[in-house]
């Protein structure tokens, strides 16, 4: 079923849709994730895949984004079989390396797009409007629990308003896993959305939510 539908949606990559098809293969896995309850999908797929390269050719290096994409691995992601692992997970993997240029940014992507649902559904209360503050207001404090904190906050990565968990889940993907090839954060992203934090924000006279500017778990 899944091989199918894959198969179905792989046509070619034209520069003016590549955006499109990336959103709806983002969207597909998404549907198969909460289908199935299948909420550690990429990283079932990715630990496979990594121990696929290591069994092969031994001896690669612990760092996950370099080992993906070493010219030894080229030759087996999407290729070699994933052993104890259903056909759709290849099918899966063939099309994100076709979409994305592998199945480590295609994970990515898909963490910041379920940040941007989440976004998007995310209605404004009257706990979360806009503070009146005095314009270029600086300030840093410490959040107990960043998970309970109903605030709206804006990024550099993005204009919408979301919250503070919201926020920082996305600098993380953004300014750490993507810019900086920390791969490995991706299997622990659930804890940058909670617990307790210094963060440190401002006002701009143009907007009408602060700006995080830097976040640190304590």
């Known amino acids: 079923m899944y091989t199918n539908v ?5 046509i070619p990559l034209y520069e003016n849709n590549q955006l499109i ?17 299948d909420a550690d999908f990429f990283a ?11 069994y092969l050719m031994p001896h690669q290096t612990d760092n ?4 993906i994409t070493s010219d030894y691995a080229q030759n087996i992601n999407g290729i070699v079989a994933l052993d104890n692992l259903d056909l759709y997970y290849i099918e899966i993997e063939k099309q994100a390396i076709s979409l994305f240029g592998n199945i480590l940014c295609c994970w990515a992507e898909y963490e910041h797009y379920r940040i941007m ?7 404004l209360t009257k ?21 309970n ?12 308003p979301m919250t503070l968990s919201n926020a920082i889940a996305l600098k993380t993907i953004e300014c750490f896993v993507k810019k900086k090839y920390c791969y490995e954060l991706l299997y622990f992203l659930e804890i940058s959305t909670n617990g307790e934090y210094m963060i440190h924000y401002h006002y701009k006279h143009t907007d009408l939510f602060p700006t995080l500017v830097a976040s640190s778990h304590i």
């Open 117 to 123: 649902q989440r976004v998007i559904k995310h209605p």
């Open 6 to 10: 894959i198969k179905n949606s792989a």
């Open 21 to 37: 098809l990336q959103q709806n293969f983002l969207k597909f896995i998404d549907e198969h994730i909460h289908l199935h309850g």
């Open 127 to 147: 706990n979360s409007m806009p503070q009146l503050v005095d314009n270029n207001k600086k300030i840093t404090e410490v959040v107990a629990q960043i998970e």
């Open 44 to 54: 079932t797929l990715i630990t496979a895949r990594i121990e696929t390269i290591n």
């Open 149 to 160: 904190d109903t605030r709206l906050f804006i990024t550099s990565y993005c204009a919408l």
């Open 64 to 67: 996950l984004y370099q080992c």
